[in-house]
């Protein structure tokens, strides 16, 4: 497993086939979404299971949210070659400090075939 933070960069500069939307985003899942005691930048954690019949990459994109539902920022996760069928886990950390409560949600999720 290989965590990015450029991700978009890395799937923008593969070839072949990719995936983005519901179909990939149902691969992931949340598992938890973490603020800083500090108040510095938050983290998002979270597991794939590739549902597809090939080995893929992914690069995932969270969005911090506030209790108040405002943006705190974002958090860009890549992962390389995840088998058919096996799972791997990921971590984003958010761009901006954030204090107190946090919401993370899922903004994207692109899957694109391993190479």
């Known amino acids: 497993m290989i965590l990015l933070a450029a991700a978009p960069l890395l799937v923008a500069g593969l070839s072949g086939c990719s ?7 149902k691969d992931v899942t949340i598992t938890a979404c973490t603020p800083s005691p500090t108040g510095g930048h938050p983290t998002a954690t979270g597991r794939i ?15 911090f949210t506030d209790a108040a539902g405002n943006k705190v920022g974002d958090g860009v996760a890549a992962v390389a070659k995840v088998d058919s069928g096996s799972t791997a886990n990921w971590h984003a950390t958010g761009s901006l400090n954030a204090k107190g409560p946090l919401k993370c949600s899922l903004s994207s999720v692109v ?3 391993a190479p």
């Open 49 to 63: 299971v590739n549902h597809s019949s090939k080995a893929s990459l992914y690069a995932i994109h969270v969005k």
């Open 111 to 113: 899957r694109t075939l």
């Open 19 to 25: 995936s983005s939307g519901s179909s990939a985003a």
